[in-house]
């Protein structure tokens, strides 16, 4: 499903972000990349989402190349990708209800869909409660319960979380962690980035690590060894 294939990014300046990555990411699976800061994690996000291209290697997407896609091409591949980050990136004038159809009303989806879809996802999530709510009349788990939502809501094949508990308080971080793990049995492939030991001691599923760019370690049940 997913391919980096001897892929390197350097920035100007010779900042080498990473160095010479090769792994597969199959259908289905819970992968966790982890790392300290700065070890490559959000780069290789970038690089899969062609926002960053690779100075050198290739990196696959369903067997498409996809920094060798057309610009028109690119936002298809994006749809199929959702993308969970730390900081949720609402819409604060929005309700959690728009928040999730503004994804919808995006890919081009109709109104009657809209309407059906959005409060089926929010339910999902635990948040059907909640559709009226704006994101400051949310807790902080709500509101990435509301981003995860909006990651899922035209049904992508991979959903991308970029430290999503990073801003979360222990109780508010098991639960997210807990709906990832949902999302995985109900057969959507997740790549959870995190540097939080705890939660990959806990998980116990496949842990690739980096440090400085490079993939030290990449164990079938692994856990975080600092």
């Known amino acids: 499903m997913i391919y980096f294939d001897n892929v ?9 972000a990473v160095e010479d990555v090769s792994f597969t990411v199959e259908p289905q699976e819970f992968v966790s990349v982890v790392g300290q800061s700065g070890s490559g994690k959000s780069t290789l996000i970038k690089l899969l989402l062609a926002e960053e291209r690779p100075s050198a290697g290739t990196v696959y997407f369903q067997s498409l190349d996809v920094h060798n896609l057309s610009r028109s091409e690119i936002p298809f591949v994006r749809r199929k990708i959702g993308t969970v980050f730390q900081d ?9 209800y728009e928040n999730v159809a503004f994804a919808l009303e995006a890919a081009g989806k109709e109104d009657d869909e809209i309407a059906s879809d959005v409060p089926h996802i929010l339910d999902l999530v635990g948040l059907s409660d909640k559709m009226d709510f ?6 902080g788990g709500q509101q990435q319960r509301v981003a995860i939502a909006r990651a899922l809501v035209n049904r992508p094949e991979v959903v991308i979380a970029d430290e999503p508990t990073g801003n979360l308080d222990p109780l508010n971080t098991w639960e997210i962690i807990r709906l990832l793990g949902k999302i995985n049995e109900l057969g959507t492939t997740v790549i959870l980035a995190t540097h939080d030991k705890d939660i990959i001691d806990t998980i116990g599923k496949r842990v690739i690590t980096l440090e400085d760019g490079k993939v030290v370690r990449d164990e079938k049940r692994g856990r975080y060894i600092l």
């Open 134 to 139: 704006f994101p400051h009349e949310l807790s």
């Open 8 to 16: 390197s990014k350097i920035y100007s300046g010779n900042s080498v």
């Open 88 to 96: 949720f990136r609402l819409l604060p004038q929005k309700t959690a």
